[in-house]
């Protein structure tokens, strides 16, 4: 397998499109909110790149479940078994591409995982509990388990807080071989992106999303699909605060300029996840992602005749 990771706004899914083309290789998307019909804007799903001289590149995990519900890791690890396992089984190669680093890892390492349900008793305790508290308690929780599995900075509102509050707790009861099923072998291509053309790449293209419609998307997942505001809101970064503005509680400006914020810092915790793979033994080559396609895809070939030879 490839795997082309990165923070947003970095040029991954062009990146994977042409190396899927390159190959004769089919994308398995690792992105947790793009799993999601209806949210194409805000998720940034850009269909459109997937045609390439006029053939479209086949992908697997976008649009694959309702708005409003909630994907989780479990599901992703499901859903990726079975559609590395159908795209190998043909003789084609899977290449991997997304942000959610979380994911990605999951898979490459094999994390043995389970189903968690809701522990109505345990929601129960916690509900008078603030954001802040809750975040101390997943902290303890964590340390006790040593587990790298939630990132306290992505966790920014009560519901995301009490439901990994509630994972934690389970695997602290029921703790898992996190190596039990076998790693998947592939070959890591990271983009690296300067912070400063990072962060014009992000303002620019947030610009760009609203004049394509995201608010108007939110709306008609609000009014047409019968999708909660909390529901919207517990998606994070544009659905939080385009939210936020279409329901009244935001001005338009205030809406901008924090949801910029908000994307600048995310980006950034997306960098210190790959950066902490490293440490946990991963092999990422990195490019600049200024360079040009051609260079990109020269440089990728090279990696996977070295990697062919090795093997």
Same mark, same amino acid.
């Given at each position: 397998?490839?795997?082309?990771?990165?923070?947003?706004?970095?040029?991954?899914?062009?990146?994977?499109?042409?190396?899927?083309?390159?190959?004769?290789?089919?994308?398995?998307?690792?992105?947790?909110?793009?799993?999601?019909?209806?949210?194409?804007?805000?998720?940034?799903?850009?269909?459109?790149?997937?045609?390439?001289?006029?053939?479209?590149?086949?992908?697997?995990?976008?649009?694959?479940?309702?708005?409003?519900?909630?994907?989780?890791?479990?599901?992703?690890?499901?859903?990726?078994?079975?559609?590395?396992?159908?795209?190998?089984?043909?003789?084609?190669?899977?290449?991997?591409?997304?942000?959610?680093?979380?994911?990605?890892?999951?898979?490459?390492?094999?994390?043995?995982?389970?189903?968690?349900?809701?522990?109505?008793?345990?929601?129960?305790? &916690?509900?008078? =509990?603030?954001?802040?508290?809750?975040? +101390?308690?997943? %902290?303890? $929780?964590?340390?006790? /388990? *040593?587990?790298?599995?939630?990132?306290?900075?992505?966790?920014?509102?009560?519901?995301?807080?009490?439901?990994?509050?509630?994972?934690?707790?389970?695997?602290?009861?029921?703790?898992?071989?996190?190596?039990?099923?076998?790693?998947?072998?592939?070959?890591?291509?990271?983009?690296?992106?300067?912070?400063?053309?990072?962060?014009?790449?992000?303002?620019?293209? &947030?610009?760009? =999303?609203?004049?394509?419609?995201?608010? +108007?998307?939110? %709306?008609? $997942?609000?009014?047409? /699909? *019968?999708?909660?505001?909390?529901?919207?809101?517990?998606?994070?970064?544009?659905?939080?605060?385009?939210?936020?503005?279409?329901?009244?509680?935001?001005?338009?400006?205030?809406?901008?300029?924090?949801?910029?914020?908000?994307?600048?810092?995310?980006?950034?915790?997306?960098?210190?996840?790959?950066?902490?793979?490293?440490?946990?033994?991963?092999?990422?080559?990195?490019?600049?992602?200024?360079?040009?396609?051609?260079?990109?895809?020269?440089?990728?070939?090279?990696?996977?005749?070295?990697?062919?030879?090795?093997?």
């Amino acid at each position: 397998m490839i795997t082309i990771l990165g923070p947003t706004a970095c040029g991954k899914t062009a990146l994977a499109v042409k190396v899927a083309a390159m190959t004769g290789g089919e994308i398995i998307s690792a992105d947790s909110r793009q799993v999601y019909r209806g949210m194409d804007i805000g998720t940034g799903k850009d269909l459109s790149e997937y045609i390439v001289d006029g053939k479209a590149i086949p992908y697997h995990l976008i649009d694959i479940e309702d708005a409003g519900q909630k994907y989780n890791l479990f599901r992703f690890q499901k859903d990726f078994n079975a559609a590395y396992e159908d795209i190998t089984r043909r003789g084609v190669l899977p290449i991997l591409c997304g942000g959610t680093g979380l994911y990605m890892e999951a898979v490459l390492k094999g994390y043995a995982l389970s189903p968690v349900e809701q522990d109505e008793k345990l929601r129960k305790k &916690l509900s008078t =509990r603030t954001l802040d508290e809750l975040k +101390e308690l997943l %902290s303890r $929780l964590k340390a006790r /388990n *040593g587990s790298a599995m939630h990132n306290i900075t992505d966790v920014d509102t009560v519901s995301r807080a009490v439901r990994a509050i509630e994972i934690e707790f389970h695997n602290l009861k029921h703790p898992l071989d996190t190596r039990s099923m076998p790693a998947v072998n592939s070959l890591i291509v990271g983009l690296d992106v300067d912070r400063e053309v990072r962060r014009e790449r992000i303002t620019a293209r &947030l610009k760009a =999303r609203l004049q394509e419609g995201m608010v +108007e998307e939110v %709306s008609g $997942l609000l009014k047409n /699909n *019968g999708v909660t505001k909390e529901d919207l809101m517990y998606y994070g970064l544009e659905y939080k605060y385009v939210t936020a503005y279409v329901v009244g509680e935001m001005s338009y400006n205030d809406m901008f300029n924090q949801l910029e914020i908000a994307i600048h810092q995310f980006a950034k915790r997306q960098m210190t996840w790959f950066r902490g793979m490293e440490r946990r033994g991963f092999i990422i080559h990195w490019l600049n992602a200024s360079m040009s396609m051609d260079d990109k895809l020269a440089q990728i070939e090279q990696w996977m005749s070295e990697e062919k030879e090795t093997v």
